[in-house]
């Protein structure tokens, strides 16, 4: 089939490397406008962008898929399907219709579950031991269409949003090639996702990554990782912001108020609601991340002295 791929972070480059190597002619990509970015705030090709401009592919960047322009070029270019990872923008049925086969987007949960930007955060912060990936029918609604094909990933005790993420783009990267040569020998007939079920992921903000050290340490430990690498889990800390990496429950641990630091040989640890947590990696404003300890020993934090309480300064 020709395929036109639509994407933007890197987290899609693999579902690229995948598609260029099967059977299928790439024959363009559709990617977010070149974005300021790092210190300087100089444009930047997005990644998807980039690997295409490194092979020679043409890249089409409408500030939205709605507009004239990019609509004539696209049935123009008349492809059979348009898959889709991670793109960053509404498609209008306009621009659905234009593939004989339509769009076909790869998302990283078991739809109906997590519809939405961060599914996979949500899925390590809401304490969910199975995830996987869904290969659906673009339509209208947000991740609402139906099913062509799934995959199941367990996750692990120590995962990150980023650990995670980055598991499933490489073998939804092989769910997606086989849905497509299933949509073109004419083999695969998408199934209506179920109405029970449903639940919503939205993109997580900064507010969203204070630690709220009045729950459970379970919760702590998830909502950490649900946070890492973005945005960042944070805390308070004689009023200034501390970002922190993955903690590790530590059962059976002295009994601490929720946030109260005690540093012991090797470890600091903070209080929740039930077990306290020993800290991972410390970044305090302005600093490089260092271990806790390390930062411990910069800091000396006094007996009782605490982490903001529920992401308060």
Same mark, same amino acid.
Not at 200 to 214: F, S
């Given at each position: ?8 972070? #890197?987290? @899609?480059? +693999?579902?690229? *490397? ?37 092979? %020679? $592919?043409?890249?089409?960047? +409408? ?14 270019? @008349? ?9 960053? #923008? ?37 304490? *969910?031991?199975?995830?996987? @990936? ?10 609402? %269409?139906p099913v062509f094909g799934t995959l199941t990933e367990p996750v692990k005790p120590s995962d990150t949003a980023g650990d995670l993420l980055d598991r ?14 299933? $949509? ?5 007939? +998408?199934v209506p996702q179920p109405h029970e079920g449903v639940t919503l992921a939205p993109k997580v903000t900064v507010e969203d990554a204070a630690v709220r ?5 379970? #919760? ?33 641990? +002295? ?15 903070? %209080?929740? #609601?039930? *077990?306290?947590? @020993? ?13 806790? *300890? ?5 800091v000396r934090p006094a007996a009782g002295e605490r982490f903001g309480v529920d992401g308060a300064a």
């Amino acid at each position: 089939m020709r395929i036109v791929f639509a994407g933007t972070p #890197a987290v @899609a480059l +693999p579902a690229l *490397d995948a598609i260029a190597a099967s059977r299928h002619d790439l024959v363009a990509v559709v990617t977010r406008p070149d974005a300021p970015a790092g210190r300087g705030r100089q444009l930047q090709r997005s990644p998807v962008g980039a690997w295409a401009d490194e092979r %020679g $592919i043409e890249v089409l960047t +409408p500030q939205r898929p709605r507009e004239p322009e990019f609509l004539d070029r696209l049935r123009e270019i @008349a492809p059979d399907c348009v898959p889709v990872v991670a793109y960053g #923008a509404l498609v209008p049925p306009v621009a659905l219709e234009i593939p004989r086969h339509g769009w076909v987007n790869l998302h990283f949960s078991l739809l109906p579950a997590w519809r939405g930007a961060a599914p996979v955060q949500h899925a390590i912060t809401h304490g *969910d031991e199975l995830t996987g @990936a869904s290969v659906f029918q673009l339509e209208e609604g947000l991740d609402t %269409g139906p099913v062509f094909g799934t995959l199941t990933e367990p996750v692990k005790p120590s995962d990150t949003a980023g650990d995670l993420l980055d598991r499933l783009a490489r073998s939804g990267a092989g769910l997606l090639v086989n849905v497509l040569d299933g $949509i073109e020998a004419g083999a695969l007939e +998408p199934v209506p996702q179920p109405h029970e079920g449903v639940t919503l992921a939205p993109k997580v903000t900064v507010e969203d990554a204070a630690v709220r050290w009045g729950d459970p340490a379970f #919760a702590v430990d998830r909502r950490i990782r649900g946070c890492t690498p973005a945005p960042g889990a944070w805390t308070t800390f004689r009023g200034e912001r501390v970002k922190l990496g993955p903690v590790t429950p530590a059962a059976g641990g +002295p009994a601490l108020s929720p946030g109260e630091l005690l540093v012991e040989r090797g470890r600091v640890l903070v %209080g929740t #609601a039930t *077990d306290p947590v @020993a800290l991972g990696e410390v970044r305090a404003a302005g600093k490089k991340p260092m271990a806790a *300890d390390s930062w411990a020993r910069g800091v000396r934090p006094a007996a009782g002295e605490r982490f903001g309480v529920d992401g308060a300064a």
